[in-house]
């Protein structure tokens, strides 16, 4: 099996909602190990775009390919072992209301029918215990659950199966900034240990900038730039000026600037 | 996928034993049936002061690490070789020191207390019932001090999908209801040559009993549920929250147009069911008995009384009362998740009918007593 150059390779991408057309020969590749981050403005498609690698809505034109299989024009199989092979952390974090947390994040181990249950026991547990939850937090239900909790089971959840590719859809809107910290740490951590690949969807410039290997900026209905923060930083165009280089960009980027210095650097 | 490669092997010439690891530990590869457990037991031969060899893994990850560290009894073995990347996945295994989960409580005397909680939730029902049918009387009040204020679109909204809507399936159930009775009956009363009395015994019990109770039947199933399904979705959505917020009472917004329509409805499903279960009846006469249908309307007129037609009209406003009570009542309890939704919507549909078969008997026995 040759290696396919990029984990997600989508080509002449359309979207179009009647008469609203969303996206226009849009193209984007993900790198193997990289943290891509997806940003835009309202409206510009994020979501739908995410919907549509993930195989939920299918494109009105152009092809999406996940580890080089077509999520477009895959046949069930394919797609079926695409799916065992990604997490996905959705925005509001689309828990199994009816499940504990516990067998919310057992449920992926669970449904390979194979693995011994004392295993899927302590993977569960220290899933939970990755993102900061005791094993008493196991069996409450989501909705006992707060918003920040919440997200933290759907990341454990995400990452039941040690998946490769990672998306994660907003994952630090709703917490605290403390806590926001310690997400986006707990997730570079993560990456560094499993080397998966991920997908972030976010409005959060200090998520962003904290993690981001590359950014994708989403205006005009395709990718206007792709590339390291710095060089999107630089490049010429209305929204990334006021994006990034509002009073809150500008703050983020020294507060990165600041504490990244010594401890991030480039790979 | 599999492999029959060695993934553990054990070494015993040496003075220690040493065990080295082989092949990839990651979850596609334990995911075959019976891989975990034969790796486990492999694992097991190996001595408590084996001397461990990590490097030629291929690929690690943390379940097949947690494979490992449940293997090791959860510390990483005195003399061991592995690849920093590996060591700093055991380190996070470490850090994150298991605390066995609480055991689940449990209670003794639950048998006992399941039929307790039973009792009282069927109390807490009644009450709560009573408490909204309190409310919308009290709504019901406001609505004719100020009928300007009234939400009359949501109630002729109501009145459409309730009523209108349901006029397909009604006519449908109530003609083939009419069939089967009248051809049934017409067997019998043609063995005592009693043909003609059909149109009494078809008048009086559909006009009475059987239009009022099939048509309750069938909109209890089709908008009891719908209403509390869309109350309960309007619970998990916080809609329910925000009305309150706004200082828009559920009982006046909500639940007062559906109760209303469904009263101002049912009484005209239960005629429209009534009209079609006599067609039908009038079919079967015709063909089976050779009534004519202009004799079969003319005797209509004599058996049945203008009271028996007032019961019936009158039980299809009480039902329609009885169905929207019950299915907004239920769809306020529903709790923001989706096996309660489930539950409740299931809950309303049996309770609005059997409170409808009820209240049926109720009527037959007071009415019976009144002598109408």
Request: hydrophobic share 50%; glycine share 8%; net charge neutral.
């Amino acid at each position: 099996m040759a290696e396919a150059p990029w984990i997600i390779d989508i080509r002449g991408l359309r979207t179009a909602f009647g008469s609203h057309v969303v996206h226009d020969n849009l193209s984007l590749q993900v790198r193997k190990g990289e943290i891509l981050t997806i940003v835009g403005g309202s409206g510009t498609g994020k979501t739908v775009l995410l919907r549509q690698i993930l195989g939920l809505s299918r494109p009105a034109a152009g092809s999406i390919k996940v580890f080089g299989a077509s999520v477009t024009q895959g046949s069930r199989q394919d797609l079926e072992q695409l799916r065992q092979r990604w997490g996905v952390l959705f925005q509001s974090g689309a828990l199994f209301s009816a499940l504990s947390v516990f067998d919310n994040i057992a449920l992926p181990l669970r449904e390979l029918r194979t693995l011994p249950a004392d295993l899927i026991r302590d993977v569960v547990l220290t899933r939970l215990a990755w993102v900061g939850l005791t094993a008493d937090d196991g069996n409450k239900r989501p909705s006992d659950l707060s918003g920040g909790m919440v997200k933290r089971v759907a990341l454990a959840r995400a990452l039941a199966l040690d998946p490769e590719l990672v998306f994660l859809d907003e994952p630090t809107a709703g917490l605290d900034p403390t806590r926001s910290d310690e997400f986006v740490e707990l997730i570079r951590r993560l990456h560094q240990q499993n080397g998966f690949t991920v997908v972030l969807v976010t409005h959060d410039l200090d998520t962003l900038f904290a993690l981001s290997d590359r950014v994708a900026v989403l205006a005009e209905r395709h990718v206007i730039v792709c590339a390291t923060p710095q060089e999107v930083l630089e490049f010429d165009h209305p929204f990334i000026q006021t994006f990034f280089l509002g009073e809150r960009g500008r703050r983020a980027l020294e507060a990165e600037a600041t504490a990244g210095s010594a401890v991030h650097g480039k790979p | 996928m599999q492999s029959d490669a060695q993934t553990v092997i054990l070494d015993r010439s040496g003075q220690a034993a040493t065990v080295r690891l082989a092949g990839a530990w990651t979850l596609p590869a334990l995911a075959p049936r019976g891989e975990a457990r034969q790796r486990r037991q492999a694992l097991a031969q190996a001595r408590a002061d084996a001397a461990w060899d990590l490097t030629t893994i291929e690929r690690l990850d943390s379940v097949g690490a947690q494979l490992l560290w449940q293997s090791w009894g959860r510390r990483l073995p005195e003399r061991i070789t592995l690849s920093p990347t590996a060591r700093d996945m055991f380190a996070l295994l470490a850090e994150n020191a298991l605390q066995p989960p609480p055991p689940p409580a449990r209670e003794s005397w639950a048998a006992v207390r399941r039929v307790g909680d039973a009792v009282f939730g069927i109390f807490d029902h009644i009450r709560d019932l009573l408490v909204w049918f309190g409310l919308l009387l009290l709504e019901l009040l406001g609505l004719l001090l100020r009928p300007h204020r009234g939400p009359w679109r949501e109630i002729s909204a109501q009145v459409y999908r309730v009523g209108a809507q349901a006029l397909g399936i009604t006519a449908l159930v109530g003609f083939l209801i009419g069939v089967v009775l009248s051809y049934l009956s017409a067997q019998q009363l043609q063995l005592f040559g009693a043909s003609v009395y059909i149109v009494n015994l078809l008048g009086v019990a559909i006009v009475r009993e059987l239009g009022p109770v099939l048509a309750a039947i069938l909109v209890a199933g089709r908008s009891g549920s719908a209403i509390t399904a869309q109350l309960g979705v309007m619970r998990v959505t916080q809609e329910l929250d925000a009305l309150s917020v706004m200082g828009i009472s559920h009982a006046q917004r909500l639940v007062l147009p559906r109760v209303v329509a469904l009263m101002i409805a049912m009484p005209l499903l239960v005629l429209w069911t009534d009209a079609l279960a006599l067609a039908g009846g009038m079919l079967v006469s015709a063909v089976d008995l050779q009534l004519s249908p202009a004799w079969f309307i003319n005797a209509l007129r004599d058996a049945v009384s203008i009271t028996n037609f007032w019961i019936g009209f009158g039980k299809g406003a009480l039902f329609g009362l009885l169905i929207g009570l019950v299915a907004c009542h239920h769809g306020m309890r529903i709790e923001p998740n989706t096996e309660s939704l489930g539950r409740g919507t299931t809950a309303s549909v049996v309770a609005s009918i059997t409170s409808v078969i009820l209240a049926d008997a109720v009527c037959a026995v007071v009415f019976s007593e009144l002598g109408w």
